[in-house]
């Protein structure tokens, strides 16, 4: 019996021992499974990481401007419109530590226009030293400083002149130095992106805008900007800087002339330089006082030039005198080339801005700035119309004749030159004056209400003049509104300011 | 050409800016803080005990690195951010885009960055020199620096973190090498090191428990220190930094009170407490 218990007993043990080796077994089998599991969600893992890692290095970020202007001047008709001012959209790729492509298209009911497109890679060496290469923003403080960030809905009336689409192509030098807060910009830019010089039809001789996309000129323009950033104490920053252009201009006439309208008596040839110099300076005051609030300033002054024309209209006559003697024909023809030259100029100039902004709470901004510019220091207002440049080449006939059979041909190339130019509406002097209120409704939305003041420097003309060839001087605005003539009359500072509500989302 | 009418213009101005000045001193008793990982602990600590004593104060407190802190502050979804590095130049220039202001730096605790070891590890101290080679992937395995012949695996924060960008600045001063694991939050670090003998990872002092702490030295011939108070009182040991709170303004009403609590006697308490280490 005992026998018996033995090899039941037995019997149940290897049993057992066989469930535990088949439940340690399938065990086993779980854990390899769950572990190749693991390995697999692991390198499934990686990949999603990697994949994520590449998107991680495109930044999209953009916003869209929508507004609704009144405006209070007669010759505008329409004078209330909305408009999408601004709709961007900025793609940034870091393509590796320190190399940044950036693409920044405006996506307008105007069309398409690529406002960025550059690269930045910084040097291997010089750590604190970016290279910039493509269109990029102008080293300039209120050029730099974002539309969707600016306090006021446009820029100043200088920047806008000076600096027109605020961008150029070319190539920068970035450098900020680690020890003091100090930066500096160098470029070398094309000059003349964003400009138009028009030729006698009106046509656009800066083929930079053009398709093409190709220079004006030869010459490349230099442009500098050093700031400085300080902390005077807890509740005080002040910033400050200065920069400076130096550029070339092609020049398209024979003739210059400068801002008070007399000869400038440096013989110019066609394709000779025009000096674009100017400096300037800035600063900008940060205070927490009873909330931020900052005042900014940048004030400039240089010489800028302006492009002139040649335009040539030949005229023919023929004349025949009979020789009854030798029974010849004279036959005289006579070209005659009208040159109108509209001489290159070079104007003194000057101009700032000065910003207030006081923050109230983290949703509210007011502020006020006063931008002015003269484009022309070298006339003052009462001069403007009665300053003008016109002078005629003497002529210049050149003669040729040949025989033919018997008769005599004679040809006349005679060339009348005439340079003109007037003083007008574009050496009146402007300051404005810009009130507004932004209102953020959270980080992406922000709305602005703004109130923009320009007036106009005062002539002595009242009404639509003529000059002593008899030509109109186009000195006052002039606009056909439901069949009647308005003007707007330059010896008064008349009424031309615009009421501005801007929504923006910003993303 | 026609002269403005300052005066006007400033009684203008005046008004409107006495007008709605109110708006910015109504006391906000709700007090949102948000930033680095490595002071969430503390952060945390701090409003749990102040709304305490305070009933009426509400502090909502959240992590996400200091980067995250900062980027709330500039675009005002937080009232306090919490950093574990300063704040770079051209973060400050946002805040003065958008606010008109520097920002306002609060350095409210001192911290050693902490290297994580395995208990099992036989590398015991290392210098800052070694510890760059380390992170930069320049030394790779354990017996270049006495340790067991096997590969050195790397832990570490997300660029976000105030802890990363710290540690690289002052002490791996090239970019990390591509095989440091990146982890959300020194806790994670720390636990991963927990978990391999041959990895290596780097945090805020608070968090080291459980683990060994490496002792680090300035060069082979300095004495090594581990991260404790005396020797970030003492600025012995060599990767100490500020824990900083940033604001947007000069803290005015309920704001300012619990700053002023935080570098009170009683909030210093705390962050002792707390494994960190006082400003006064």
């Known amino acids: 019996m005992k026998n018996f218990y033995l090899i039941i007993t037995i019997f149940i043990c290897l049993a057992i021992n066989a469930k535990a080796q088949s439940v340690q077994d399938s065990l086993k089998d779980q854990m390899v499974e769950l572990k190749e599991r693991i390995n697999g969600i692991d390198e499934r893992l990686l990949t999603t990481e990697s994949d994520l890692s590449k998107h991680n290095k495109i930044k999209i970020s953009g916003y869209i401007q929508g507004q609704f202007d009144y405006f209070e001047n007669k010759l505008s008709y329409p004078n209330n419109s909305f408009q999408v001012r601004r709709t961007r959209l900025k793609v940034q790729y870091e393509a590796a530590e320190g190399v940044r492509f950036v693409l920044q298209p405006e996506l307008g009911p105007g069309g398409f226009e690529l406002k960025d497109a550059y690269v930045t890679a910084n040097s291997p060496i010089f750590k604190n030293l970016d290279l910039w290469v493509g269109k990029f923003n102008r080293p300039n403080y209120e050029v730099e400083y974002s539309s969707s960030q600016r306090e006021v809905p446009e820029r100043s009336r200088i920047i806008k002149a000076l600096y027109p689409g605020e961008r150029a192509i070319g190539a920068k030098l970035e450098y900020k130095a680690k020890i003091i807060p100090l930066k500096l910009q160098l470029a070398i830019l094309n000059g003349n992106d964003g400009f138009t010089y028009k030729d006698a039809l009106g046509n656009n001789m800066n083929t930079a805008q053009a398709l093409t996309n190709k220079d004006y000129d030869n010459f490349k323009d230099f442009m500098f900007r050093a700031t400085y950033t300080s902390k005077i104490n807890d509740i005080i920053g002040l910033d400050f800087g200065f920069n400076g252009y130096l550029g070339q201009l092609k020049a398209t006439s024979t003739s210059t002339i400068k801002g008070d309208y007399t000869l400038d008596n440096n013989t110019t040839a066609v394709g000779d330089a025009l000096k674009r110099n100017w400096i300037g300076a800035e600063f900008q005051l940060y205070v927490d006082f009873l909330g931020g609030m900052s005042l900014k300033g940048e004030y400039m002054m240089g010489q800028n030039a302006l492009p002139g024309y040649i335009s040539n209209a030949t005229t023919t006559t023929t004349a025949n005198a009979m020789n009854a003697t030798n029974d010849t024909i004279l036959t005289t023809t006579t070209n005659t080339i009208n040159k109108t030259q509209k001489p290159n100029q070079i104007v003194k100039f000057s101009g700032g801005y000065l910003y207030l902004n006081k923050n109230i709470g983290k949703k509210n901004q007011i502020s006020a700035r006063y931008d002015f510019y003269d484009p022309n220091t070298q006339i003052s207002g009462n001069e403007i119309n009665s300053k003008f440049y016109n002078a005629s080449i003497a002529d210049v006939t050149t003669t040729s004749s040949k025989v033919s059979g018997k008769n005599i041909i004679v040809t006349k190339n005679v060339t009348q030159t005439n340079v003109k130019l007037n003083s007008g509406t574009g050496d009146i002097a402007y300051q404005t004056l810009t009130l507004a209120w932004n209102h953020y409704l959270n980080d992406n939305i922000r709305v602005t209400f703004a109130y923009e003041i320009p007036m106009n420097e005062k002539t002595q003309s009242k009404d639509l003049t003529k000059d002593a060839n008899n030509n109109l001087i186009n000195l006052n605005d002039k606009a056909t509104i439901n069949g009647v003539d308005q003007y707007n009359y330059y010896n008064s500072v008349f009424k031309q300011n615009t009421f501005t509500i801007r929504i923006q989302a910003k993303f | 050409m026609k002269t403005l009418n300052i005066k006007k213009l400033a009684v203008v101005l005046s008004l409107l800016v006495t007008g709605i000045i109110s708006f910015a001193f109504i006391n906000q008793e709700r007090i949102t803080v948000k930033g680095s990982d490595t002071m969430v602990i503390l952060a945390q600590k701090w409003a749990e005990v102040y709304m305490k004593k305070n009933p009426t104060a509400s502090i909502q407190v959240t992590g996400g690195g200091s980067g995250v802190g900062i980027s709330a502050l500039i675009n005002g979804s937080t009232d306090i951010c919490n950093a574990s590095r300063k704040m770079k130049q051209s973060e400050i220039d946002k805040l003065k885009d958008r606010y008109n202001t520097l920002g306002v730096e609060v350095p409210c605790a001192k911290d050693g960055i902490t290297i994580y070891l395995h208990p ?121 930094r500020y824990l900083y709170m940033y604001l947007r303004n000069r803290p005015t009403g309920a704001m300012k009170a619990y700053i002023d609590w935080i570098l009170s006697p009683e909030g210093q308490g705390l962050v002792t407490e707390m494994g960190y280490f006082p400003v006064r």
Request: charged share 20%; hydrophobic share 35%.
């Open chain 2, 120 to 240: 099992g590890n036989k590398v015991k101290e290392l210098t800052l020199k070694q510890l760059s080679d380390i992170f930069a992937g320049r030394i790779k395995n354990w017996k270049d620096l006495g340790g067991a012949n096997a590969d050195i695996r790397l832990y570490g924060r997300e660029n976000s973190s105030g802890t990363y960008v710290f540690f690289k600045d002052n002490v791996v001063k090239a970019d990390y090498a591509p095989n440091c694991q990146t982890l959300p939050g020194t806790a994670a670090v720390v636990n991963a090191v927990k978990k391999d003998v041959n990895g290596i990872g780097y945090g805020g002092a608070a968090y080291s428990t459980g683990i060994e702490i490496c002792k680090v030295k300035k060069d082979t011939n300095s004495p090594a220190y581990e991260a404790n108070a005396t020797t970030i009182k003492n600025n012995q040991y060599p990767i100490t």
